[in-house]
């Protein structure tokens, strides 16, 4: 009169419960979601970081220079008004300053990378470029943007 003594599971004498099968799948979907975020937010910050005049630059078919180090960057807004990188300058000063910051920089022969938006006064962007000249900056390199295709 021995009685059976295993559940009705199967014969394994587990009463009922069976162990979860083990998942040997790594699940990316969590990874992909932040690197995504990620991403958006160095598109959206990248622009804001490299120019600190907003300036509406003009558009050519050139190529972009290759560049070392820092440039120097003068800028010349629609207002009229100079830029030495990010800190307005009067123009009175502006010689004076850049030979400051080249001969700390290594000497006049620094590349300077002129920026000016292309509402600026045509006779303001000519007076800074003829200032530089005549202190014996000849390293001086028009900034444009990559021009679109209409």
């Not at 799948?25 to 979601?33: H, K």
């Amino acid at each position: 009169m021995a009685m059976n003594m295993q559940g009705s599971a199967g014969g394994s004498g587990r009463r009922g419960r069976r162990r979860a099968n083990v998942m040997a799948e790594i699940n990316v979907t969590p990874m992909v979601d932040v690197m995504l975020v990620l991403l958006i937010i160095f598109m959206v910050s990248a622009p804001l970081l490299t120019v600190g005049v907003p300036l509406d630059l003009p558009q050519t078919q050139a190529k972009s220079l290759e560049q070392d180090k820092t440039p120097l960057q003068l800028s010349v807004d629609v207002k009229g008004k100079v830029f030495i990188n990010d800190t307005e300058v009067a123009m009175a000063d502006l010689i004076p300053k850049l030979k400051a910051i080249t001969d700390a920089r290594g000497g006049m022969d620094e590349r300077i990378f002129m920026r000016a938006d292309k509402k600026a006064d045509y006779g303001t962007v000519a007076k800074v470029m003829g200032q530089l000249s005549g202190a014996g900056f000849k390293r001086l390199a028009l900034v444009t943007e990559v021009e679109q295709g209409n």
